[in-house]
T-cell receptor
Framework: AQSVTQPDIHITVSEGASLELRCNYSYGATPYLFWYVQSPGQGLQLLLK??????LVQGIKGFEAEFKRSQSSFNLRKPSVHWSDAAEYFCAVGVRNQGGKLIFGQGTELSVKP | NAGVMQNPRHLVRRRGQEARLRCSPM?????VYWYRQLPEEGLKFMVYLQKENIIDESGMPKERFSAEFPKEGPSILRIQQVVRGDSAAYFC????????????FGPGTRLTVT
């Protein structure tokens, strides 16, 4: 069965520091992979997505993610975090041939220290 | 083009009452997905509908929950005889194609059962 694991429930980084959020997935074929961000009390905003091709994908707000098939990972990175990046981040797998439903990880809450 | 609309944004129900959550997809979108986010958890897929048809309800609880997407009007997620454990945020997403890379999320309905 497909699954997504985000090992870190909560991460705190200093403003200006680099960030990496981990995501591991279990899927039988090349997956569709997504990162979403959720601010408190809000809906989900798509940061970036990967289907095929270049394994390093660029997203909005200065985020990027790298697909590593050998590690079944799709980690999210940002070189310099801003206080406004504090939010909950979700990694998701899109299931092909099953109507496109998304399977989400548990989420990583990011706090940013001044 | 207006985004996905959900109403109400907040809903309070007493145990045993019924909750009706509405989702108006983006214009031109005929595919709707419902997800539930329990406190401190990620989003879990519930049901996928196309106009007048339930395509995948594999994530729906077996009892008390139902969903519809009529030919005219919004999609409705109905929860009968609510219990405290139904307290959660319910998100819908719409898509023009049923493809995982084209899901647009609404702001969610936060249901509180007292």
């Amino acid at each position: 069965a497909q699954s997504v694991t985000q090992p870190d429930i909560h991460i705190t980084v200093s403003e200006g520091a680099s960030l990496e959020l981990r995501c591991n997935y279990s899927y039988g074929a090349t997956p569709y992979l997504f990162w979403y961000v959720q601010s408190p009390g809000q809906g989900l905003q798509l940061l970036l997505k990967y289907f095929s091709g270049d394994t390093l994908v660029q997203g909005i707000k200065g985020f990027e993610a790298e697909f590593k098939r050998s590690q079944s990972s799709f980690n999210l990175r940002k070189p310099s975090v801003h206080w406004s990046d504090a939010a909950e981040y979700f990694c998701a797998v899109g299931v092909r041939n099953q109507g496109g439903k998304l399977i989400f990880g548990q989420g990583t809450e990011l706090s940013v220290k001044p | 083009n207006a985004g996905v609309m959900q109403n109400p944004r907040h809903l309070v129900r007493r145990r045993g009452q019924e909750a009706r959550l509405r989702c108006s997809p983006m214009k031109g979108h005929s595919h709707v997905y419902w997800y539930r986010q329990l406190p401190e958890e990620g989003l879990k897929f519930m049901v996928y509908l196309q106009k007048e048809n339930i395509i995948d309800e594999s994530g729906m609880p077996k009892e008390r929950f139902s969903a519809e997407f009529p030919k005219e009007g919004p999609s409705i997620l109905r929860i009968q005889q609510v219990v405290r454990g139904d307290s959660a945020a319910y998100f819908c997403a719409s898509s023009p194609s049923g493809h995982p890379d084209e899901q647009y999320f609404g702001p969610g309905t936060r249901l509180t059962v007292t």
